[in-house]
């Protein structure tokens, strides 16, 4: 059976109304028979059973056996965490989403837990970063917004010589696309807040084990520490898987377009899509990759922060905001959104240049959002030729 059919057919009936779509049990507690007697709920932050639907989907989604959802998917990275002790460290990305780079250093390392950077493509960086009290390894395949790949089977097979756990953050492949858990990885880890929800209308985090006991921790913390999702997000994240591959393969194919387009368009210098030949770790993508994904990241020749800008401002189908993964595109100016905190010469070492521009291709037609690039293209570089003359002497 194909992934798709499988999915659909995971998303239960329910027995007791036939109801084709998931009940919302928008409930706190549970009348209980007698003391500790119940229908397998008690109270809503330890187990909800829309929730629970959503879980076990999930599990299976993923190849996995255990699935817990959180709030937001910092919330999810976070109760991962909580799976280590004060001394232990992690070997993770550098290439990091920098809200997981926050709650590494500004929150666990004064709990002392400490994170070692590595460019998780260089299979010999992670072995040299590894110590004795590595615990953990944390990578992002693909990452943002260079769309960096790392090889997961062989950093799986590091993890195992090592004895240590590998957590691989999906987000931006999607189990439509990825599977970390079938190439060895221990942990996946979402934000459903993306590709999973779908339409930019949920902030939601999800942690697939593959291992029970694993899973079982996890669990522990989502109960013990309390940041689980709602009922009624539960149900919107269902609802998102309902088309996750059909909206998938429409992002993919769009995204591929786009990027061919901005390889051979003469303002534009480099552009990073893992579909593309020339990406570095197109081989790696193509390996553990159904396809590529609906990111694409680009860099102007005229490479200044004031051609993205006037890109960025100038699109009137790509949105200008942070996030991803939904149906509408959105368009984002790295050095000035997302990566601003980031001293510039390292910002500039991690590929994220001046101009530096990413899209997140939507479902719109491919054609209005090429028509859409190109007048915004001509837009920021006939403001930017103005600018250059009007300051002339
Ligand atoms: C957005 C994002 C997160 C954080 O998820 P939230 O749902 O915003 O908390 C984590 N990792 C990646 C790769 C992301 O893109």
Same mark, same amino acid.
């Given at each position: 059976m194909q992934a798709t059919t499988q999915l659909l057919h995971s998303i239960p009936v329910d027995a007791q109304t036939g109801a084709i779509? #998931?009940?919302?049990?928008?409930?706190?507690?549970?009348?209980?028979? !007698?003391?500790? #007697?119940?229908?397998? /709920?008690?109270?809503?932050?330890?187990?909800?059973?829309?929730?629970?639907?959503?879980?076990?989907? #999930?599990?299976? $989604?993923?190849?996995?056996? @255990?699935?817990? *959802?959180?709030?937001? &998917?910092?919330?999810?990275? =976070?109760?991962?965490?909580?799976?280590?002790?004060? &001394? =232990?460290?992690?070997? +993770?990305?550098d290439d990091i989403y920098g809200g997981a780079y926050r709650l590494f250093e500004k929150v666990y390392k004064k709990f002392g837990i400490n994170v070692t950077y590595v460019d998780t493509t260089d299979l010999g960086a992670i072995n040299r970063a590894i110590t004795a009290k590595t615990r953990l390894i944390w990578i992002e395949s693909p990452t943002n917004p260079t769309l960096k790949v790392s090889d997961i089977q062989a950093i799986a097979a590091i993890a195992d010589r090592y004895k240590i756990l590998l957590a691989v953050d999906n987000t931006f492949a999607s189990p439509a696309l990825q599977q970390p858990l079938l190439h060895g990885a221990d942990i996946v880890v979402h934000s459903a807040t993306k590709y999973i929800g779908g339409h930019s209308d949920v902030i939601a985090g999800l942690v697939i084990t593959k291992n029970e006991d694993l899973g079982r921790q996890v669990k522990f913390y989502q109960n013990a520490c309390g940041a689980v999702l709602g009922p009624f997000d539960s149900f919107? $994240?269902?609802? &998102?898987?309902?088309?996750?591959?059909?909206?998938? &393969?429409?992002?993919?194919?769009? +995204?591929?377009?786009?990027?061919?387009?901005?390889?051979?368009?003469?303002?534009? =210098?480099?552009? /990073? /899509?893992? %579909?593309?030949?020339?990406?570095?770790?197109?081989?790696? *993508?193509?390996?553990?990759?159904? =396809?590529?994904?609906? @990111?694409?990241?680009?860099?102007?020749?005229?490479?200044?922060? !004031?051609? *993205?800008i006037g890109l960025v401002t100038n699109t009137a189908l790509f949105h200008l905001a942070e996030s991803l993964g939904g149906v509408k595109s959105l368009v984002s100016h790295p050095a000035s959104m997302t990566h601003k905190s980031i001293e510039t010469e390292k910002r500039k070492a991690a590929g994220v240049a001046d101009?530096? #521009?990413? $899209?997140?291709? %939507?479902?719109?037609?491919?054609?209005?959002?090429?028509?859409?690039l190109e007048t915004a293209l001509a837009i920021s570089t006939a403001l930017n030729k103005e600018e250059k003359s009007l300051s002339k002497p």
């Open positions: 779509a #998931v009940p919302i049990y928008q409930t706190s507690t549970f009348v209980q028979e !007698a003391p500790g #007697v119940n229908k397998g /709920y008690d109270y809503s932050r330890t187990n909800n059973p829309t929730r629970q639907e959503l879980e076990k989907i #999930v599990a299976k $989604l993923e190849g996995g056996t @255990v699935a817990a *959802a959180f709030a937001s &998917g910092l919330a999810a990275i =976070d109760a991962v965490i909580k799976l280590l002790e004060s &001394g =232990d460290e992690i070997v +993770a990305v919107l $994240l269902i609802r &998102g898987l309902e088309t996750l591959h059909l909206r998938i &393969g429409q992002h993919c194919r769009n +995204a591929a377009i786009i990027a061919q387009y901005l390889q051979h368009h003469p303002l534009v =210098d480099k552009v /990073y /899509y893992p %579909g593309l030949a020339s990406h570095p770790n197109h081989a790696v *993508a193509c390996k553990q990759q159904k =396809d590529f994904g609906g @990111v694409v990241s680009f860099s102007l020749k005229n490479d200044t922060e !004031a051609a *993205a101009s530096l #521009v990413r $899209l997140s291709v %939507g479902l719109e037609d491919v054609q209005d959002l090429i028509n859409d």
